[in-house]
T-cell receptor, first 117, second 110 residues
Framework: ETGVTQTPRHLVMGMTNKKSLKCEQH?????MYWYKQSAKKPLELMFV???????ENNSVPSRFSPECPNSSHLFLHLHTLQPEDSALYLC????????????????FGPGTRLTVL | SQKIEQNSEALNIQEGKTATLTCNYT??????LQWYRQDPGRGPVFLLL?????KEKRKERLKVTFDTTLKQSLFHITASQPADSATYLC?????????FGQGTELSVKP
């Protein structure tokens, strides 16, 4: 157990559905991340939150909408997705985003395997 | 263009041998580099961090080197075991963010 949980673990949705992915960290960290991992491709950073404020949106389509109500919880709201959005969605946390990066390790959840039909 | 390249092919080695994985990058200037292990169906797990002013780091059977002139990191697992079989990811630390390589799949045969 890494201290980062994600639900659901698996999700199948149609292109017209709306669903949400949930991430919770029990580590007292201040920074949280969403990544997308497609088969045979590197992890792609999607969003970064530090102290509940979004600090990075890596040109992600608006059909993905993040929400960070507090430092322990992170959501990814999904609507009108495309089949190419099928992937493993990983949440991670780290201590914080220091002005002089110390290289804090990131703790990853187990991911949500998303299939868009 | 900016690129991170890890061993493109899966690496198959015999138990007890040393596994060496490479991570090469172009047009990046990372402040640090991290290595992660990922098992099927699970999230990556942090293994080691090495900073730009460090040449080598060790942790138990693991060793990482970082050559900012060659723009390369090498990751070694000595006395490899079947339990070391996994995908290994390198990640460059750029302005507080991690940029990941595509990973190298390592298989250690008994």
């Amino acid at each position: 157990e890494t201290g980062v949980t994600q639900t659901p673990r698996h999700l199948v949705m149609g292109m017209t559905n709306k669903k949400s992915l949930k991430c919770e960290q029990h580590l007292g960290h201040n920074a949280m991340y969403w990544y997308k991992q497609s088969a045979k491709k590197p992890l792609e950073l999607m969003f970064v939150y530090n102290f509940k404020e979004q600090t990075e949106n890596n040109s992600v389509p608006s059909r993905f909408s993040p929400e960070c109500p507090n430092s322990s919880h992170l959501f990814l709201h999904l609507h009108t997705l495309q089949p190419e959005d099928s992937a493993l969605y990983l949440c991670a946390s780290s201590q914080d985003l220091a002005e002089i990066p110390q290289g804090d390790e990131q703790f990853f959840g187990p991911g949500t395997r998303l299939t868009v039909l | 263009s900016q690129k991170i390249e890890q061993n493109s092919e899966a690496l198959n080695i015999q138990e007890g041998k040393t596994a060496t994985l490479t991570c090469n990058y172009t047009n990046y200037s990372p402040a640090y580099l991290q290595w992660y292990r990922q098992d099927p169906g699970r999230g990556p797990v942090f293994l080691l961090l090495i900073r730009e002013n460090e040449k080598e780091k060790r942790k138990e059977r693991l060793k990482v080197t970082f050559d900012t002139t060659l723009k390369q990191s090498l990751f070694h697992i000595t006395a490899s075991q079947p339990a070391d079989s996994a995908t290994y990811l390198c990640a460059l630390g750029i302005t507080g963010k991690l940029i990941f390589g595509q990973g190298t799949e390592l298989s250690v045969k008994p």
